[in-house]
């Protein structure tokens, strides 16, 4: 709408532009990883941000749209999108709740192997470039009809 000319209606730009915000968050987190209180606690804002916006924008999207969705032929990438979405979120859930938990108790701050920490961002990545994919294949397509 406004800021992209596509279809998509302001909460929808907003959310992009969040989830834009959220990349750039856990790219930089993932860059402060040998200070693992400075990391953890980039990861968990990044985790709660993104907690808000799955929670007010996706999560009722993905019921108030199906329809829409199934219409224009887009369930399948945002079926993808949403599992692999949810595996990022979960994970992630875990790892900042150890992190907040080891974090109070002065434990060492071991909150994950290498392999899940990649796994976690992996996911997150994939996640976002469907959803990127998503917004402006979908705002370009229903514009278009
Ligand atoms: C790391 C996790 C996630 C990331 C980075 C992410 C990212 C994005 C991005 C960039 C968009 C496009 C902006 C928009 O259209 O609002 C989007 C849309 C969407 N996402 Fe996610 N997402 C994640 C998790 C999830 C999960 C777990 C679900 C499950 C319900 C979900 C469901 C949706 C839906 C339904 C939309 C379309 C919203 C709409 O425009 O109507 N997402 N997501």
């Not at 192997?113 to 917004?135: A, D, H, Q």
Request: proline share 2%; charged share 10%.
């Amino acid at each position: 709408m406004v800021f992209f000319e596509t279809a998509a209606t302001v909460v929808f730009d907003i959310n992009f532009i969040v989830q834009i915000i959220i990349i750039a968050l856990v790219i930089f987190g993932v860059t402060q990883k040998p200070d693992r209180r400075r990391h953890g606690s980039i990861m968990a804002i990044a985790l709660i941000i993104n907690l808000v916006s799955f929670a007010i924008v996706m999560l009722p999207q993905l019921f108030f749209k199906w329809d829409v969705l199934v219409h224009y032929n887009f369930a399948a990438i945002i079926l993808i999108h949403a599992i692999i979405g949810a595996v990022a979120i979960s994970s992630g859930l875990i790892f900042s709740i150890r992190f907040l938990i080891f974090l109070r108790r002065k434990d060492p701050l071991n909150c994950g192997t290498k392999m899940e920490m990649r796994l976690v961002n992996l996911s997150w990545l994939v996640s976002f470039i469907l959803g990127v994919v998503f917004y402006f294949i979908f705002y370009t397509t229903i514009s278009a009809t």
